[in-house]
């Protein structure tokens, strides 16, 4: 398998960062990186450009650290909670994914990827939890909330003062209840 040499001018997701030599499949160099201008082929010439590569490299990366230490402090004066429909003895209808946090976070002013909130599983409790948000390498910050209930919670076999439950979809059960016994008439007088 041919390989080429090859000089990155752009950080490269899984690859490596401006100033990095790499050695990669011909066809990814030729098709991809070059085209792209992520990359150029590494002559003599490109070798002397190296150095002022590692440095906006280094300008970028600490740019991007001041940036993320910003956004952690940010993140840390946002206060989320998250007020869920609840059934019998607090359980709740869906859950909280990383989709709601980053809702949540982005109405409380803050920007951010989707990709970094680190929720492991979706929450289907109610309470307080706590989710990672990584925001660089070497920052990360913990944002707690708290998931509460928007109507009144009723324990699960209560019987004393039960409140009686209202069916919103009454009429429309006793309507179905009794197609299904014309139904079973007619089913009847046909086999007759």
Do not use: C, W
């Not at 991007?64 to 952690?72: H, T, V």
């Amino acid at each position: 398998m041919a390989h080429h040499e090859v000089l990155l001018i752009k950080p490269v997701d899984g690859l490596g960062a401006e100033g990095d030599q790499v050695k990669v499949r011909a066809g990814y160099a030729r098709n991809y990186l070059l085209p792209q201008k992520f990359a150029v082929a590494l002559t003599q010439s490109n070798r002397k450009q190296v150095e002022a590569l590692k440095k906006r490299r280094t300008s970028r990366e600490s740019e991007e650290l001041a940036g993320a230490q910003a956004l952690a402090a940010q993140i840390a004066k946002v206060s989320l909670a998250f007020a869920v429909k609840t059934g019998e003895g607090g359980k709740l209808f869906g859950a909280i994914t990383s989709a709601d946090l980053h809702q949540k976070l982005t109405e409380g002013g803050v920007v951010i990827d989707k990709k970094k909130i680190h929720l492991h599983t979706p929450i289907k409790t109610l309470g307080k939890h706590e989710v990672k948000i990584k925001l660089h390498p070497e920052v990360s910050v913990e944002v707690s909330f708290d998931v509460v209930s928007e109507n009144p919670i009723v324990e699960a076999g209560a019987t004393e003062a039960a409140p009686k439950v209202i069916d919103p979809y009454a009429e429309h059960t006793k309507m179905a209840q009794n197609a299904a016994r014309a139904a079973e008439k007619a089913a009847k007088r046909n086999r007759k």
